[in-house]
């Protein structure tokens, strides 16, 4: 089965799965009265019976298929062959699946194994969740000082914090993020960040000089978990000057960096990750090139790109003000 996307173009059927499962499992098995893990994990048995699944007829080798061949890692996969007996006599798949091994080792070893009972495997979204249930602190890795070895000889590995963290948007949310005072998570629980592009990639010749162009060859392209290939400005966070304040950053599994930002001191509004950490500002798609620098707009964006509507959520092509997680940004991170 395959269906039409943004443009009027087909779909595969392995992304239309893909979707499904990753809005089934970021936003609504909870509405589709699912079982849901505090960690998020659902069991495929049930997931293949969903609204969103079962015209698809799927089967346990797709779903298995959809977690391994993700470019950006999207998915978690638990196999579970021996559950806990609830006191009603139903499997407890969520005590069992919060006390397994929470490593990317756990999703390789359940994609080894050889059993076609789907109900032995529970599946989760490994970031980008919005529904209440899901407590994400439990399955992300929370990102510390400690962590810094920025300033020794050891060597880098996973481990460290990472030396990029970036938010990509687009020109119609530049204006919004300025006048909210930073970015918020909106529906989601977190905001997203990549690890690259880095600054020195993005403005090769130096802070002055006009950004690196957009490759046009999509096969060329390097897949960043975190954020959309398209995006238009790219947003650059101090994180040791953020984590010293006491904003939040987290690490999922497939290397996306989240954090749902701080209450501002004021409390006048909801958890944001304020504008003042926020180390360069990037406009790269018309090449304007720096917007912001050390706590302070470098230029304005350009009345007609400030005032464009922002990609529609999930679509992929066509312009709207979108729905989800920013009210009027569309939603800014990859399917």
Same mark, same amino acid.
């Given at each position: 089965m395959s269906r039409r996307g943004g443009g009027g173009r087909t779909m595969p059927r392995e992304v239309v799965l893909s979707k499904a499962l990753s809005h089934l499992l970021r936003h609504s098995a909870d509405r589709e009265n699912l079982k849901v893990s505090e960690e998020g994990y659902v069991n495929v048995a049930e997931l293949l019976e969903t609204r969103k699944v079962k015209p698809l007829k799927a089967t346990l080798a797709e779903i298995l298929e959809a977690v391994s061949s993700s470019d950006k890692q999207r998915f978690s996969l638990l196999y579970v062959p021996s559950v806990n007996t609830g006191e009603d006599g139903t499997k407890d798949e969520a005590a069992t699946a919060a006390s397994e091994e929470k490593q990317k080792s756990a999703t390789a070893h359940a994609l080894?194994?050889?059993?076609? +009972?789907?109900?032995?495997?529970?599946?989760?979204?490994?970031?980008?969740?919005?529904?209440?249930?899901?407590?994400?602190? #439990?399955? &992300?890795?929370?990102?510390? *000082? +400690?962590? +810094?070895?920025?300033?020794?000889?050891?060597?880098?590995?996973?481990?460290? #914090? =990472?030396?990029?963290?970036?938010?990509?948007?687009?020109?119609?949310?530049? =204006? &919004?993020? #300025?006048?909210?005072?930073? *970015?918020?998570?909106?529906?989601?629980?977190?905001?997203?960040?990549?690890?690259g592009p880095t600054i020195d990639e993005v403005l090769p010749n130096g802070r002055d000089a006009p950004p690196a162009k957009l490759s046009i060859d999509k096969s060329k392209r390097t897949v960043i978990s975190g954020m959309r290939s398209d995006a238009e400005i790219l947003i650059y966070i101090n994180l040791r000057k953020a984590l010293q304040a006491g904003c939040p950053f987290y690490r999922s599994e497939n290397g996306v960096i989240l954090s749902e930002g701080m209450v501002p001191a004021d409390a006048s509004a909801g958890k944001t990750v304020p504008v003042e950490f926020f180390d360069l500002v990037v406009e790269r798609k018309a090449g304007l090139g720096v917007l912001w620098e050390d706590g302070k707009v470098v230029q304005e964006l350009p009345e007609h790109l400030a005032g464009k509507a922002n990609p529609k959520a999930h679509s992929g092509g066509g312009r709207g003000r979108g729905r989800g997680r920013e009210r009027g940004r569309g939603r800014e991170e990859s399917h």
């Open positions: 080894s194994v050889k059993d076609e +009972d789907a109900s032995h495997f529970l599946i989760r979204a490994t970031q980008g969740h919005s529904m209440k249930c899901v407590n994400t602190t #439990l399955f &992300l890795e929370k990102l510390s *000082l +400690d962590d +810094d070895n920025s300033s020794n000889s050891i060597e880098k590995d996973a481990a460290s #914090l =990472p030396e990029t963290v970036v938010h990509g948007t687009y020109h119609g949310a530049w =204006p &919004l993020i #300025l006048a909210s005072g930073g *970015l918020r998570a909106m529906t989601r629980a977190q905001v997203h960040f990549a690890i």
